[in-house]
């Protein structure tokens, strides 16, 4: 007997999965071998100039299973368009076959007034979950300057939990959060279904040089949501050591040590992958099929890691 689904039964079913895949419990079961499941997105971040048909189309043809949609200023959907854009662009996403399991928004506050459309929209999508905005030491008093920020986290934890949309913070070089430990004192205290982490092992590693970046990922594996995947290596130029930015597997993340935390994880969560590096190109166009060219490389890359791991 044939099981048909319908479109919207196969997206829903699909959103319920990846919830599932991301509460705590599930990070800790028995490591079972078996193939990665969750939804490989692309960050549009690199294509701001693509329309969502064209995105979702080439994202489809060169191999990923959804889209991390930056729903922020300069993204694809403006925060102030967000109910009325947003679910123009998911659906155009999902008439070509793809997910999108999570949007990337600058939100830190839930006083903001772009808040509670922007979550409450995603969440009516069956959208899963979505990335917070960042905050900033001042390195005046940082104790305090972590407590309002995690003040002001909460607040919009609460907004999202009200919405039914998850919450994942980033961690990224230079904001509140980078080492990881300053963010989970707040984190931490908050209810895992609406809130946790969207780990980024080439911060990680940036932030936490050789062993403290393998803490991180082991701090931040029972309330894992998403992940961010990029590389980085540290340069000499004449201003000094810089993390410059570079392909996936020419940088420093050791990427077998993580994938296989990940794998003994069962983590089953959306992995965005981003291009942060410079690709060249003669002219927009060529520019445009330049990056798309680098991300299906990198893509083999990732993939290849996964299967090597969770076995295919």
């Known amino acids: ?22 509460s705590p419990a599930a990070h800790f079961e028995p490591d079972v071998r078996g193939p990665f499941k969750g939804p490989l997105c692309i960050f ?3 294509l701001p100039e693509m329309d969502w048909r064209a995105l979702a189309q080439a994202s489809k043809r060169i191999g990923f299973d959804g889209i991390d949609l930056t729903v922020r200023t300069g993204g694809h959907v403006l925060p102030e368009r967000a109910a009325e854009d947003l679910p123009k662009a998911v659906g155009m996403i999902r008439e070509e076959g793809l997910q999108v399991p999570m949007i990337t928004t600058e939100l830190t506050d839930a006083e903001d007034p772009t808040a509670r459309p922007i979550l409450s929209t995603a ?13 900033r030491y ?25 919405c039914g949309i998850q919450a994942g913070y980033h961690n990224h070089e230079t904001y509140i959060g980078a080492p990881v430990w300053d963010m989970a004192s707040v984190i931490e205290t908050l209810d895992p279904k609406w809130a946790g982490y969207y780990f980024d092992p080439r911060h990680a590693v940036a932030e936490g040089g050789v062993g403290g970046w393998k803490i991180a990922t082991n701090l931040v594996m ?31 993340v050791d990427w077998k040590y993580f994938a296989k935390t990940l794998a003994a994880s069962a983590y089953h969560g959306p992995i965005s992958l981003h291009i942060e590096y410079e690709v060249p190109g003669d002219t927009p166009a060529a520019r445009e099929e330049n990056i798309l060219a680098a991300l299906k490389r990198d893509l083999q890359f990732l993939k290849a890691r996964l299967n090597e791991t969770y076995g295919t």
């Open 1 to 22: 007997m044939t099981l048909k689904l319908s479109r919207r039964d196969f997206l829903s079913t699909s959103t319920v999965a990846l919830c599932g895949a991301s």
């Open 44 to 46: 549009s971040k690199p």
């Open 123 to 135: 969440a009516k999508l069956s959208i899963p979950f979505f990335k917070a905005g960042y905050y």
């Open 138 to 162: 001042k390195l005046v008093n940082v104790r305090k300057e972590l407590e309002e920020a995690g003040a002001k986290f909460r607040g919009l934890v609460e907004l999202s939990r009200q």
């Open 222 to 252: 029972p309330r894992l949501k998403m992940v961010a995947i990029k590389d980085f290596r540290w340069e000499k130029t004449e201003k000094g050591w810089k993390d410059n930015n570079c392909p996936l597997g020419e940088g420093m």
